[in-house]
């Protein structure tokens, strides 16, 4: 298989590692030389969102996993003009939940709420009208370099303390993209988030201290609920 990857960013360079150890081949965007990807084994194309799509090589699998701009779903659409029947996947974030609240699965209808998440709305709605589109709405991404606790440690009067929090990790994320684009069906519609949904309070709060950083403070404010689900039946990586 030829897998194409747009984005080679950690969810991408994750992606990438899992089919060339399966021997499929990958090609990836980048803005600029970097020896690294070729070390890698990815033909690297170097490409911006903003390039259009008459260069891009034919593929048997296209991952959109570029950042959204204003031009997002102008751009999605030009991808199915460029590749009408090859399947496309588009890496979305469950942040289109905008003003969503409760228990949210993939059956659950986006109620965008402000410019990032009408953003991510249009775009998808770009995506489910194409007989070839799928999508794959990302929580909070989290890995061992990168985690939402060090933007936090030791801020107060942080909103939302009993609220749940929808995290999943960065190589949970890459290799359900991963299983996806092996199936011969994929589906419409996939939640990458991990089952567990602990307090913010509680979880941030414990992270700080098994980190050795400074706590964040929340405010004694009322509960936000928005727990979102996912079909998927896996081995999920500690929060």
């Known amino acids: 298989m030829f897998i194409l990857i747009l984005g080679l960013g950690r ?3 994750n992606l990438a590692k899992l089919a060339l150890a ?3 081949q990958v090609a990836g965007t980048t803005q600029k030389p ?4 070729l070390d890698l084994g990815v033909i690297p194309i170097i ?3 903003k390039d259009g799509t008459q260069s891009l090589p034919d593929a048997d699998r296209v991952i959109c996993a570029f950042p959204p701009s204003d031009l997002y779903p102008v751009q999605l659409a030009a991808l199915f003009s460029r590749y009408p029947t090859t399947p496309i996947v588009q890496i979305s974030s469950t942040g ?5 609240t409760g228990l949210i699965s993939e059956e659950t209808q986006p109620i965008a709420n402000d410019a990032r998440s009408n953003l991510l709305y249009q775009a998808e709605i770009e995506v489910a009208n194409q007989p070839n589109g ?5 929580a909070g991404l989290y890995d061992d370099d990168n985690h939402p606790i060090h933007f936090i440690s030791g801020k107060k009067d942080i909103k939302n303390p009993k609220g749940n929090i929808n995290l999943v990790h960065r190589e949970d994320l890459a290799e359900i993209i991963y299983q996806l684009i092996l199936q011969e069906s994929i589906a419409k519609i996939t939640h990458a988030v991990n089952p ?6 509680e979880y941030y709060q414990g992270k700080a201290k098994k980190l050795n950083l400074p706590i964040p403070l929340f405010k004694d404010d009322e509960k936000v609920e928005k727990v979102i689900t996912s079909r998927l039946k896996r081995n999920w990586r500690d929060l």
């Open 196 to 201: 567990h949904h602990p307090s913010r309070e």
């Open 96 to 100: 289109v939940f905008g003003a969503n």
């Open 11 to 13: 969810t991408g360079k």
């Open 47 to 49: 490409w911006s969102s």
């Open 22 to 24: 399966d021997s499929h």
């Open 34 to 37: 970097d020896q690294k990807l």
């Open 134 to 138: 799928h999508i794959v709405r990302a």
